[in-house]
């Protein structure tokens, strides 16, 4: 049994009610939700897929990519945004050279832009699995990512 099937027989079949707890178990299995989950999905609740592509991308917790080695999130809170974050996501996207919610074509990068990850005092805030860079300043980014290569390559 794969693991969407196995996910999805812990639910009725047909019960729209369970569509954002289905996506949120098969991403938190899979990393992402494939087009092959949206489709197994579609025929398990009888819905249509580009009804269920269009409810999931309401939610901005949903990935429809797999996240690169280090997924990186950077806060976009109201705080770290006033303490400049903006500039941070920028030293990012040139350092990686991709936008938010895309993934470099090694593999190694992600990254995402997320809501208050409640260390407004230690602003900007940017995150990769339990490690949380804190107070991060743009001139950080380069020996940032480098490091971060590194912890990529060994993964
Ligand atoms: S606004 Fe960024 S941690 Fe709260």
């Known amino acids: 049994?794969?693991?969407?099937?196995?996910i999805l027989s812990h639910y009725r079949e047909g019960s729209h009610d369970s569509l954002i707890p289905i996506l949120q178990d098969i991403q938190e299995a899979e990393g992402y939700l494939s087009e092959n989950a949206i489709v197994r999905i579609g025929g398990?609740?009888?819905?249509?897929?580009?009804?269920i592509f269009g409810l999931a991308t309401f939610y901005d917790r949903f990935r429809f990519f797999p996240c690169g080695k280090v997924h990186?999130?950077?806060?976009?809170?109201t705080t770290c945004f006033i303490n400049g974050s903006t500039s941070v996501v920028a030293a990012v996207r040139e350092a990686l050279g991709?936008?938010?919610?895309?993934t470099?074509?090694?593999?190694?990068f992600s990254y995402e832009l997320t809501s208050c990850m409640g260390g407004c005092n230690e602003g900007p805030v940017v995150a990769t699995g339990e490690t949380y860079?804190?107070?991060v300043r743009v001139e950080d980014?380069?020996?940032?990512?480098?490091?971060?290569?590194?912890?990529?390559d060994l993964k």
């Open 44 to 51: 398990f609740l009888h819905m249509s897929t580009t009804k």
């Open 1 to 6: 049994m794969s693991k969407i099937d196995d």
């Open 98 to 102: 991709i936008e938010a919610g895309q």
């Open 72 to 77: 990186l999130r950077i806060c976009n809170g």
């Open 133 to 135: 860079f804190t107070h």
């Open 141 to 152: 980014i380069p020996e940032m990512i480098s490091k971060l290569k590194a912890l990529a």
């Open 104 to 108: 470099t074509r090694d593999g190694r």
